[in-house]
């Protein structure tokens, strides 16, 4: 039962351009959500978070919108940079312990 | 600041040999993480300690794995025997109840040990 989806597996932007990754919930109890970067061979790295306090929260490029009532949330790159291009996983947790991943969608963004 | 520390990086072993993974994670982080991650897939829970106390280790197929966390430090998980369905990169990560970026329970993982079972 995958509880955080990303339906997306893949996406190409160009260069300079928008990026915007998907990625819905199950269970409304989950109250903080997390969005990670994974280069090839690497481990995840921690990109941008958000409570469910918030419904937006932004980091330099990055910003994650949270709407609770759609389970639903997405992560905004602007502009997008080759740099960008790797596999990015939400993560969702409601204990502040046990994390939830989605399946990943592969952003290349295209110079 | 050294990350998470996971070794080692490939491992090929044959079914039913036993196999074991070793993880050093971020000085001072209480919380140790073990992951699975199948191919196309996200990381998914085996086993979260706080400190050296297993508080949650229901995802853990405990009829072949094990893993211990002695001194609350580092960490080893072991497969004994292991099965073909086994191959999969297992990550370790780390948390602590406040990072420098002031938000609780980021995990930072490790780069991982991918195993091949033949």
């Known amino acids: 039962d995958q509880q955080v989806k990303q339906n997306s597996p893949s996406l190409s932007v160009q260069e300079g351009r928008i990026s915007i990754l998907n990625c819905d919930y199950t269970?409304?109890?989950?109250?903080?959500f997390l969005w990670y970067k994974k280069y090839p061979a690497e481990g995840p790295t921690f990109l941008i978070s958000i409570s469910s306090i918030k419904d937006k929260n932004e980091d330099g490029r990055f910003t994650v919108f949270l709407n609770k009532s759609a389970k639903h949330l997405s992560l905004h790159i602007v502009p997008s940079q080759p740099g960008d291009s790797a596999v990015y996983f939400c993560a969702a947790s409601n204990t502040g312990n046990q994390f939830y991943f989605g399946t990943g969608t592969s952003l290349t963004v295209i110079p | 600041e050294a990350g998470v520390v996971q070794s080692p990086r490939y491992k090929i072993i044959e079914k039913k040999q036993p196999v074991a993974f070793w993880c050093n994670p971020i000085?001072?982080?209480?919380?140790l993480y073990w992951y699975r991650q199948n191919l196309g897939q996200g990381p998914e829970l085996l086993i979260r300690?706080?400190?050296?106390?297993?508080?949650?280790d229901s995802q853990l197929p405990k009829d072949r794995f094990s893993a211990e966390r002695l001194k609350g430090v580092d960490s080893t998980l072991k497969i004994q025997p292991a099965e073909l369905g086994d191959s999969a990169v297992y990550l370790c990560?780390?948390?602590?109840?406040?990072?420098?970026?002031?938000?609780?329970?980021?995990?930072?993982f490790g780069a991982g040990t991918r195993l091949s079972v033949l």
């Open positions: 269970n409304s109890m989950f109250d903080y």
């Open positions: 990560a780390s948390s602590s109840s406040r990072t420098e970026r002031g938000s609780k329970n980021i995990q930072y």
């Open positions: 300690y706080e400190n050296e106390e297993a508080v949650d």
């Open positions: 000085s001072g982080h209480n919380t």
